[in-house]
């Protein structure tokens, strides 16, 4: 029995309960994503924010709601009073187009994160799930890339000599990484890296140039379990930020 702990992303928020019990593939987690409306002062009320910039009561950061008077018209005597027709926080003026954008109070889901074994909820709260699991499975730090598979090849030494096509398609095990090797590894093909020692600026990088293969980061205990499994099969979820060992 393996406890795999899975570090929630930022605004991200559980769906499950400790002692539910899950499939690999069911969502566990969602992004919590705010709405966004837009208030068209010109469109609809005639306001043109450029000629008239004082026409517009509430600016940036300012909290709305039915009973706030976002902007005034003037009229021959007594100026017409716009009512913010939503409630939340100003988030962009363009006074171009006389338009003004609000983020709503109510709330969405945006992307999702799934389980990548099956399962039962052992602890959930607002920054990780812990999945007690019968599969040999491995947290990870970070990483980037894609699912993907291959056959775990365990290398003792980081030199970029060392790599040949015979590590294409595999996931090589390396300690304390550079980004030339990282980058020569991509180049022939791998399926994926883990190391136990990796800088941020290359995660960075990778994240930049989208690319697919999937790079992990590990801690120094799961970095000595993992080399004792030279030769397997290894599932990597760089979303659920998981490997597993078949």
């Keep these: 029995m393996t406890l795999l702990p899975i570090i929630l992303p930022k605004n991200y928020i559980a769906k499950v309960s400790a002692g539910d019990k899950i499939e690999a593939g069911k969502v566990i987690a969602y992004q919590k994503e705010f709405k966004e409306e837009v208030i068209h002062l010109f469109k609809d009320y005639g306001i043109n924010l450029s000629k008239n910039p004082n026409a517009l009561k509430r600016g940036l950061g300012d909290r709305v709601d039915e009973k706030t008077i976002l902007a005034t018209k003037k009229k021959l005597f007594n100026p017409k009073k716009i009512f913010s027709p939503v409630q939340g926080t100003i988030v962009k003026i363009d006074k171009d187009r006389g338009d003004v954008y609000v983020k709503t109070n109510l709330e969405g889901e945006g992307q999702t994160l799934l389980s990548p074994v099956e399962g039962v909820v052992d602890f959930c709260d607002n920054e990780k799930i812990v999945i007690k699991t019968e599969k040999d499975a491995i947290s990870v730090v970070t990483a980037s890339g894609e699912k993907t598979e291959g056959i775990l090849k365990v290398l003792a030494q980081v030199e970029p000599e060392s790599l040949s096509e015979e590590q294409k398609n595999k ?3 390396v300690p304390n990484t ?5 980058f020569k590894a991509i180049g022939i093909g791998i399926n994926g890296l883990i190391s136990n ?4 600026e290359i995660f960075e990088e990778l994240l930049e140039k989208k690319i697919k293969a999937a790079v992990c980061l590990v801690g120094n205990p799961e970095f000595e379990k993992l080399k004792k499994q030279g030769g397997k099969l290894v599932l990597i979820n760089p979303e659920g930020k998981s490997i597993l060992i078949e």
């Design 178 to 182: 550079t980004r030339l090797f990282v």
């Design 171 to 173: 996931v090589l095990l």
């Design 197 to 200: 020692e990796i800088d941020e």
